[in-house]
């Protein structure tokens, strides 16, 4: 069991500040995230892209916002807990009980959610019996690619991980490619080389193609894929890999017994308090009168619901309003030395 | 304004008068018009606004930017007739404009 004052859901720009400010104030805390890396949206959306409304900071990408903040709470130690979704939640009297995907059990005081749209999942076939392959045969991410050897692999998307792969198993497998247009959308050498892997008959590039349906008993054996213009081929096939990119889910929050309004959870605006007592929801995935989706609202948000944590973490405390630049409890916590 | 028409996967239909300048995907999330999550809040990052356009109008909408294209690969169930909601900004020329919403968007 990992006892600690809060539980942050959600490692992105808004769950990374309230980390901060609950390390201001003397508090500890944990983060979750359901992907493999800090940063949320601004990591798995827009790495490369300019942010220009950051205050104070005229333009930097997601991937420096994320950086930053991750040298701003260093001084806290803060322990990360990547790829886990975070399913039960249970209250035992004065304390919160959760526990993760992968089996983590967290003892907090309180819980910040700042979880975004959701979690990041992989974005699924349309296909309905491709459930019952999914993990045996079927699969949208790779975890041991020495399952493929000597295999027939159907690959299906346009951009970096389908091409990648297709690349990478071609020298061990017999890849077929299947996008549903002449474009791609992964990077021009991966395109270029896939094409050139085609032409020398080391891979099956179709393209205008889509899966239309799988067969197999317990695994597959073969896929149905169509063309734009209606026409069907069947390629035998050992397995197969859909890499659509990552969707955006709310998942097993839902059941938590929060007022949920249109895919956000609706909070006070004196410390984004939930209507459950000692829950908190901060950034994207709050909602209040005048709720702006901006990463400095959510810093806004982080920093009041930290305040809120404080009751219930140490109710026999009173905390104090301090500055950073003249407190020196504050500063101790930051590892200033003077 | 200009009049959109939403068809919903479930056969109803919501025809809106959106403000000029606003795109479609906002004129379905101000009018509470089922279908269209748009996660990303229109940033063409995530694909969960998608619809199809009625084939009459396919040619007189404007073109597709660098990027919708990329991230229609990531829709469900794309299509030939498919475009990012939020990319199309509403103008009286769209007057009329009919667009179905998929079952999914993800």
Known sequence: ?338 | MTKIVYHTHKGQTHSIDVQNGLSVMEGAVQNDIPGIDADCGGGMACATCHVYVKEEWLNKLPAKEDGEEDMLDMAFEPKNNSRLSCQLIVSDDMDGLEVDIPSKQG
């Open chain 1, 1 to 338: 069991m990992n006892k600690t004052d809060v539980l942050i859901i959600g490692a992105g720009p808004t769950g990374l500040f309230c980390a901060h400010q609950l390390g201001i104030i003397g508090l500890s805390c944990e983060i979750v995230d359901n992907l493999d890396k800090a940063g949320g949206q601004c990591i798995e959306l827009y790495p490369d892209k300019p942010i220009y409304d950051i205050p104070a900071v005229p333009e930097c990408t997601g991937e420096e916002l994320t950086n930053n903040l991750l040298q701003q709470i260093k001084p806290f130690n803060i322990k990360f807990h990547f790829r886990e979704r975070v399913e039960e939640l249970k209250k035992d009297q004065n304390r919160w009980h959760v526990k993760t995907s992968g089996g983590i059990v967290f003892d907090v005081a309180s819980i910040v959610i700042a979880g975004g749209v959701g979690s990041f999942e992989p974005r699924k076939f349309p296909v309905k019996e491709c459930e019952k392959f999914e993990g045996s045969s079927l699969f949208y991410s790779i975890k041991d690619k020495s399952i493929f050897k000597d295999k027939t692999i159907s690959i299906f998307g346009g951009g970096d991980s389908a091409l990648d792969w297709a690349i990478e198993l071609s020298n061990t497998s017999k890849v077929n490619l299947i996008h549903r247009r002449d474009g791609f959308s992964g990077v021009e050498a991966s395109v270029q080389k896939v094409k050139e892997l085609n032409d020398q008959g080391k891979l099956n590039l179709f393209t205008k193609y889509q899966l239309d349906s799988l067969s197999g008993d317990k695994l597959i054996e073969s896929v149905k894929i169509k063309h734009d213009e209606g026409e069907i081929k069947e390629i035998k096939s050992d397995y197969v890999l859909g890499f659509f990119g990552l969707i955006m889910q709310l998942g097993p929050i839902l059941d938590w017994g929060l007022n949920i309004n249109k895919k956000t959870i609706e909070v006070n605006t004196e410390n984004f308090e939930t209507n459950i007592n000692g829950i908190f929801a901060i950034g994207d995935i709050c909602s209040y009168p005048g709720k702006l989706k901006l990463i400095l609202s959510g810093f806004h948000e982080g920093a009041l619901a930290a305040r809120g944590c404080f009751k219930y973490a140490k109710p026999d405390e009173k905390l104090r309003f301090e500055f950073t630049t003249t407190s020196k409890a504050a500063q101790e916590r930051l590892g200033i030395k003077k």
